[in-house]
């Protein structure tokens, strides 16, 4: 199992990014999947989570508030999170897993840094 996480960078305050999530090795519609982050000293939290197939039912980390958007293309076997208003605190590394997430499945990640 891999996941490959792509598209994080360096945005303004307020700004969008939208992150992205190859997965092989694994059957990808039919696991709930998930995007964690890592701040610098902290520890790794949950961001969303979205269910398997038709991935109709998705939950969020409350600090998100309206502000991300999880979704998948069993397809093309891709999570994406679409995050807009980005604000300082969520600098950090995000990844994504299947759930409950398995240690040996973490990727590198991809760095969100928001910053003027």
């Known amino acids: 199992v891999q996941f490959v996480e792509s598209g994080g960078g360096l945005v303004q305050p307020g700004g969008s990014l939208r992150l992205s999530c190859v997965a092989s090795g694994l059957s990808f519609s039919s696991y709930v999947m998930t995007w964690y982050r890592q701040a610098p000293g902290k520890e790794r939290e949950l961001v969303a989570m979205?269910?398997?197939?038709?991935?109709?039912?998705?939950n969020y980390g409350d600090f998100v508030k309206g502000r991300f958007t999880v979704s998948r293309d069993n397809t093309k076997k891709t999570l994406y999170l679409q995050m807009n208003s980005l604000k300082p605190e969520d600098t950090a590394v995000y990844y994504c897993?299947?759930?409950?997430?398995?240690?040996?499945?973490w990727g590198q990640g991809t760095q969100v840094t928001v910053s003027s």
């Open positions: 897993n299947r759930y409950p997430p398995r240690g040996e499945d």
């Open positions: 979205i269910s398997p197939f038709s991935g109709s039912s998705i």
